[in-house]
């Protein structure tokens, strides 16, 4: 039989991503609605470890839901990575009596919650907050949706100034280990070529296909490129430079402007979900699992699976990429 939650804490760790204010949101009424205590651990771990935790009430969370980042802001935790971090950070929560939390974070704040829970038998529920929808056991994560319109806009308004000057654009965006957000940027904006860290990238195919499409007239090209590809966008600039000095050549790097703004309407019902069921999740004792949505339903992995899969992308996607940029 599982221990009964009656205070819980909810915290953001990692990157912030847009909606994790709607998230905070909706795990604060919903615990209130139910009777139970919450309250909001500011700077992550980090706030944990030094005591920076205040109770919340409604009025904590109003007027946010339409707002990006994190009123509880978010950070790295170096001290949480050692035992003494951890139990320090127990401590903290033992002496408000907080015996459930609510961790809206990425694979890494994942690890530290399955690892604090084993240690100290306080159970957590992990929600997915990140831009790179690279978490597995769930169609998609807090700020991804928003994130990728906010390149896909960027990119939109770059085509014009490529078309009136006859240019290439190299677009990099968001995406160290993952290319969902260059895979779904590009596709949407009509990318000639998109470029991702799943796929090892071919710079002759590159060259031949804007050799290719010059023979054609075709003067307007974009690439939209991932950060974490094995060239980066300022490598791959330089040797399509290098290589064909007569193509006008201009790189654009969307950096963070896709973490911020207001988050899109679909992220904000996806969030208000996720929210509401880690709360209902820790009500009734289904302990130490990721809460996502798969096929609009909701879907629970355990935490130590969690950590160890990543979204893939599928076969299909890379095919699409290939026969509509022809």
């Known amino acids: 039989m599982k221990k009964k939650v009656s205070k819980i804490g909810v915290l953001c760790s990692g990157g912030d991503s847009p909606g994790m204010n709607a998230c905070i949101r909706a795990v604060v009424r919903t615990s209130l609605y139910y009777g139970l205590e919450v309250y909001g651990i500011t700077r ?3 706030g944990m470890v030094d005591d920076d935790i205040t109770k919340m009430e409604s009025r904590s969370v109003a007027n946010i839901i339409q707002r990006g980042g994190t009123i509880l802001k978010t950070a790295r935790c170096k001290e949480f990575f050692s035992y003494e971090g951890r139990e320090k ?14 961790v809206i974070g990425g694979d890494g704040s994942f690890r530290g919650a399955q690892t604090f829970s084993n240690e ?41 100034t490529a078309d009136a000057h ?20 590009g596709i949407a904006t009509g990318a000639e070529n998109i470029l991702i860290p799943e796929r090892k ?10 050799e290719e499409k010059e023979k054609r007239k075709k003067l307007v090209n974009l690439i939209v490129v991932a950060e974490g590809d094995q060239f980066g966008g ?11 000095p007569l193509l006008e050549t201009r790189l654009c790097i969307l950096g963070h402007i896709q973490r911020g703004g207001s988050p899109t309407c679909f992220d904000r019902l996806i969030t ?39 979204q893939r992308i599928g076969e299909e996607w890379i095919r699409i990429v290939k026969i509509l940029a022809t």
């Open 272 to 310: 208000s979900r996720m929210g509401y069921s880690a709360v209902e999740c820790l009500i009734e004792g289904r302990h130490n699992v990721f809460v996502g949505i798969v096929n609009n339903r909701m879907h629970y992995t355990p935490l130590n699976e969690a950590v160890k899969k990543k």
């Open 89 to 102: 950070a127990y401590k903290n929560l033992k002496k408000r009596g907080i015996d459930g939390l609510v």
């Open 44 to 46: 992550g771990y980090s």
């Open 166 to 185: 006859d240019r290439l654009f190299i677009i990099e965006v968001m995406g160290r280990d993952a290319g969902y957000i260059a895979l779904h940027s």
């Open 234 to 244: 300022e490598e791959l600039t330089k040797l399509i430079k290098e290589r064909m």
């Open 201 to 210: 990238t071919d710079v002759e195919d590159i060259i031949r296909s804007l």
């Open 120 to 160: 100290f038998d306080i159970p957590c529920i992990g929600l997915p907050g990140t831009i790179d929808k690279d978490i597995a056991g769930t169609d998609f994560t807090i700020g991804f949706d928003t994130a990728v319109n906010t390149a896909v806009e960027a990119i939109d308004k770059i085509r014009d």
